[in-house]
């Protein structure tokens, strides 16, 4: 059975050599974009991110959130990307209802992530990270 994850694992291998994303600052292979995501699953895990937890990612379209999500799905977590043009008060009731368990977030948006944080402390329990 074909995953989202293994079709990344499966390009690292196949090609080694080709770029598998380009942004204005970032110039990635697929072994590269793979071997960031397998270390960033690893920390989450070692961070006690598990099986089926629900983790925010509030990111812009960048490398980092792929990195990201990825990452979460290598370590079966369930990741759950929210529109970054969402105010804090339209944020709060979206990751209530989806039950987080934590958030990975870009820097630039941790100024929001701290007021929805404030509404919804259970978020940073057991998990609130910055990517």
């Known amino acids: 059975m074909n995953t989202i994850h293994g079709i990344l694992e499966r390009n690292a291998r196949k090609f080694p050599e080709k770029e598998a994303f380009i942004t204005a600052t970032a110039r990635l292979t697929y ?29 812009t379209n960048s490398e980092n959130f792929f990195f990201a999500y990825f990452a979460l799905m290598k370590i079966g977590a369930v990741p ?3 529109n970054v043009k969402l105010t804090p008060g339209e944020v709060t009731p979206i990751l209530e209802n989806m039950e987080t368990s934590g958030a990975l977030f870009e820097s630039d948006f941790k100024p929001q992530i701290d007021m929805v944080e404030e509404q919804t402390p259970h978020i940073s329990r057991p998990f609130k990270r910055q990517i």
């Open 31 to 59: 072994p590269q974009m793979n071997t960031r995501a397998n270390q960033l699953g690893r920390f989450l895990q070692h961070k006690g991110i598990k099986r089926q937890d629900r983790i925010a990612i509030v990111s």
């Open 80 to 82: 759950m990307p929210v």
